[in-house]
C-alpha cells in the first residue's frame, strides 16, 4: 500500500432553500394529484384473458383516442351491467 492519503469532508448540511422547495412541494402536492375519475368507492381487480390480435388493437385504439384500456373497459362493463 502506498502512504497515500484521501481527505474526507464533512458531512454535507441541507441548505434553507432546498428543505423549503420540499416543504412546498409536500404542502402543495395534493393540489397538483389528479382526482380520481370514479367515486370513492373501493376498486375491485378484475383480469381476463384475451387475444393478442385483440389485446394489441385494443391497445392501439386506446393509444390513438387517449384512453387507458382500464377507463375503456369499466365503462364497456359499466353499460353492459346496467342493460335490462
Do not use: F, Y
Not at 42 to 67: F, N, P, Q, W, Y
Amino acid at each position: 500500500m502506498s502512504g497515500k492519503k484521501i481527505q474526507i469532508g464533512g458531512k454535507p448540511t441541507a441548505s434553507r432553500a432546498a428543505a423549503g422547495n420540499a416543504d412546498e412541494w409536500v404542502t402543495n402536492r395534493a393540489a397538483s394529484a389528479t382526482a380520481p375519475a370514479e367515486s370513492a368507492e373501493k376498486m375491485k381487480r378484475l383480469t381476463i384473458d384475451v387475444a393478442e390480435s385483440l389485446h394489441r388493437d385494443i391497445k392501439r385504439k386506446c393509444a390513438d383516442e387517449g384512453v387507458k384500456i382500464a377507463d375503456v373497459a369499466r365503462e364497456l362493463l359499466r353499460e353492459w351491467s346496467r342493460k335490462s
